[in-house]
């Protein structure tokens, strides 16, 4: 499994949108991203802790290699 890395909330809300997420709503500084019937949220905050983008990757339905190799591409 590849290491996470050190993004912000917005690089991962346009990661997410690579991989056909969209953002259905915001509320304050978090954003839920859909998918079919999959979804995530993810705060708009500078620096995410590794733990929550984890989280997010795991409500989201995909593999940690998934959204490495979309982070890889930019």
Known sequence: MPELPRISGDQAIKIFKKLGFYEARQKGSHVVMRKENKGCVIPR?????????KNAIRQAGISVDEFAAAYEEK
């Open 45 to 53: 905050h500078k620096n995410l802790a590794v733990g929550t983008l």
